[in-house]
């Protein structure tokens, strides 16, 4: 029966994804999305209530008999939003405050994949500035320097020399704006990265298809480091053995090791992992959908969502796997000139309705009939194909339609899976 009303919280592309999925479901008649953007305000009634403001998100899912919340941010997650609903008796998708951990400590994270075998860059903590820097002077450059909580983006350094090691650590160890802080020093990998998303409900792994994101400004991955300029699934360089040994021995063996730990998973486990020529490794692990992997993963579920957040939700076995369509995506984030630095707001977009794809809104305002310009990265256009090939000449056809005085976009999604098809 169509009566549920869901409650999605966040505001961004991966959000959008979300409520579009959930807008397919049978069983879902309104969905409310805090605080939403105006391209999710097609689909769902955005409500004025920042994600972290966990109370008020609590008061309005009891006053509005909300049947299930998603939780799309970390920093909900961090701030214990699962915890808060359960305890007030209202279901909701996503890890608990401890359960999170494996995003917002890279300690707790590394120490769980220590201890159950998950294979990882060797790695010592540190919160002495001058214990860490003896130590980096003793290993390869490069190195990898990530901060242990939640740095907003900010928190990883890989330094190529002494002197960025040096200016890192004095950041994160000396400069009150991380805080009481401690670092992770890792030794640096090599080889492509890729993200293997699961919804994991306690020992209950279900896999989604696999995806690449592409994290610099600019074509051939140069530039800065970004919240994420393009997506694709389908990735031609990992073997069916790769992807066995990704699920199997790193997703898997994490979810029973959390479970083990007395905080089981019941959300998204997005694995950040390598291919280096030692084998599958863990760069990061995130407690939450990628963004902007979501906007590509969700198009392909052919099930109901719902029925997959709900039985996650409270930590039970799905009745059946998630179906997946054999399609591909490829999705292309439009973002505003000077994006991921200092950029300019308010510019108008045009041509959004002739495009044939799918536009996950991700900082966009509406001011009466025009669409603005509200945000670094915009939108992102998402296009299904019957191959890679196909799906990259139209995802860069649809974009074309799109015109903005203040937009810019990569030409090169998908780059390496064509590079290592041409092997
Ligand atoms: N795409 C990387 C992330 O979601 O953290």
Redesign the pocket.
């Known amino acids: 029966m169509k009566d549920k009303k869901v409650l999605v919280v966040g505001g961004g592309g ?1 959000e959008h994804a979300i409520v579009d999925a959930l807008s397919r479901s049978p069983q879902v008649a309104k969905i409310f999305c805090a605080p939403g953007n105006a391209g999710i305000s097609s689909q769902a009634e955005c409500i004025a209530i920042k994600d972290t403001d966990i109370e008020a998100l609590k008061l309005f899912a009891l006053a509005n008999g909300i049947d299930l919340t998603v939780v799309g941010p970390e920093a909900s997650l961090a701030r214990g939003i699962v915890d808060t609903f359960r305890e007030a008796g209202l279901k909701i998708f996503g890890h608990t405050c401890d359960a999170s951990r494996i995003e917002t400590s890279k300690e707790f994270a590394k120490r769980i994949m220590l201890k159950y075998g998950v294979p990882t860059a060797a790695y010592r903590t540190f919160t002495d500035y001058s214990e860490a820097l003896e130590y980096v002077g003793g290993r390869p450059f490069p190195t990898v320097l990530k901060y242990d909580g939640l740095a907003a983006g900010k928190g990883v350094v890989v330094a190529l020399n002494m002197d960025e090691a040096d200016a890192a650590l004095k950041d994160m160890l000396l400069d009150s704006r991380f805080g009481e802080g401690k670092v992770v020093v890792e030794d640096y990998m090599t080889g492509p990265e890729f ?1 293997f998303m699961c919804f994991v409900s306690g020992k209950n792994v279900y896999p989604m298809p696999l995806s690449q ?1 592409h ?1 610099r400004a600019f074509d051939g991955d140069n530039g800065p480091n970004t ?2 300029m393009g ?1 694709y699934t389908s990735l031609p360089f990992i073997t069916e053995d790769d992807w066995k040994f990704a699920f199997e021995e790193i997703i898997c063996r994490t979810a029973a090791g959390m479970e083990a730990e007395g905080c089981p998973l019941s959300g998204v486990l ?1 694995g ?1 992992l390598m291919k280096t020529p030692q084998g599958i490794k863990v760069v990061e692990f ?1 407690a ?6 979501t906007e590509v993963v969700l198009p392909l579920l052919k099930s109901d969502i719902y029925d997959v957040f709900l039985a996650v939700a409270a930590g039970c076995e799905l009745t059946e796997e998630p179906q997946w369509d054999d399609a591909v995506t490829i999705g292309v984030v439009l973002a505003s000139d000077g994006y991921p630095g200092s950029y300019e707001k308010g510019f108008e977009i045009t041509g959004c309705d002739q495009v044939d794809g799918i536009l996950y809104h991700m900082g966009t305002r509406k001011d009466g009939e025009k669409l603005l310009t509200a945000g670094g990265r915009v939108m992102m256009c998402v296009v299904k194909g019957n191959d890679l090939s196909e799906a990259r000449d139209k995802v860069y056809n649809e974009v074309a339609r799109i015109s903005c005085p203040n937009l810019f976009y990569r030409k090169d999604i998908a780059h390496i899976a064509f590079q290592a098809d041409s092997k």
């Open positions: 991966r993200s994101d994290k919240g994420g997506a997005y950040g995130n939450r959908f990628g963004d902007p992997e």
